[in-house]
């Protein structure tokens, strides 16, 4: 049995913060990522952290505005929103990959990552 269970979206004004958490249970993971998808709009990848030496990557559009971390204790991660604009309303979806890869570049496609949540709505207004 394994799940992801993301939590912590809302509704912000503008220039707020919210912090996303997931949950994972079952197992433990290579890597867990942050994908949003917006409404007619496709998936899109947020930022990721290998679990073992804590390397992160972020999209640009969210380089200096959110970070991604992780606890172990919990089997948790995290994604601290700031600056927060209209632009990143969308659902936020937490995914998990379990076997190793090479290379930061294949973690940003969603075809890289085998389990997901259900996702969180994150609205932010203007």
Same mark, same amino acid.
């Given at each position: 049995q394994v799940q992801l269970v993301e939590s912590g979206g809302g509704l912000v004004q503008a220039g707020g913060s919210l912090r996303l958490s997931c949950a994972a249970s079952g197992r433990t993971f290579y890597a867990m990522g942050w994908f949003r998808q917006a409404p007619a709009k496709e998936r899109e990848f947020v930022a990721a952290i290998r679990w073992s030496c804590s390397s992160t990557y972020y999209a640009d559009s969210v380089k200096?505005?959110? %970070?991604?971390?992780?606890?172990?204790?919990?089997? *948790? /991660?995290?994604l601290q929103m700031n600056s927060l604009k209209p632009e990143d309303t969308a659902v936020y979806y937490c995914a998990g990959r379990e076997t190793i890869i090479s290379g930061f570049s294949y973690l940003q496609l969603a075809a890289a990552? %085998?389990?997901?949540?259900?996702?969180?709505?994150? *609205? /932010?207004?203007?």
């Open positions: 200096g505005r959110f %970070t991604i971390s992780k606890d172990n204790g919990k089997t *948790t /991660v995290y990552y %085998t389990y997901w949540g259900q996702g969180t709505q994150v *609205t /932010v207004s203007s």
